[in-house]
Nanobody, 118 residues
Framework: VQLQASGGGLVQAGESLRLSCAAS????????TKWFRQSPGKQREVVAW???????KYEDFVKGRFDISRDNAKNTVFLQMNKLKPEDTAVYSC?????????????WGQGTLVTVSS
């Protein structure tokens, strides 16, 4: 199983980026997939997630600016990030959680760096 996160880069404040979390070896549509981020000196924090039913949730600091979506045909979860702010600068990573009855398996992708300049 592999999750491949990509799409990071350097942008100016107010611009947009789209991150991708492409899965192989697992059907991402049956997992709850979350985007996390970690800034230097800070703890990792959840940004947004999408459930197998397609329910989406966002942390308050990205509501109205970020949009998480899933393309089952591409086995990929996306994070569209609009109106980026310097405080959005972080390494973004994706996690997919698969439930087997009461057991849970977590899969992690490597991070992709997002840098927002003011």
């Amino acid at each position: 199983v592999q999750l491949q996160a990509s799409g990071g880069g350097l942008v100016q404040a107010g611009e947009s980026l789209r991150l991708s979390c492409a899965a192989s070896g697992i059907v991402i549509g049956v997992t709850t997939t979350k985007w996390f981020r970690q800034s230097p000196g800070k703890q990792r924090e959840v940004v947004a997630w999408i459930t197998p039913d397609g329910v989406t949730k966002y942390e308050d600091f990205v509501k109205g600016r970020f949009d998480i979506s899933r393309d089952n045909a591409k086995n990929t979860v996306f994070l569209q990030m609009n109106k980026l702010k310097p405080e959005d600068t972080a390494v973004y990573s994706c996690n997919s959680r698969l439930w087997h009855g009461s057991r849970v398996t977590d899969y992690w992708g490597q991070g992709t760096l997002v840098t927002v300049s003011s």
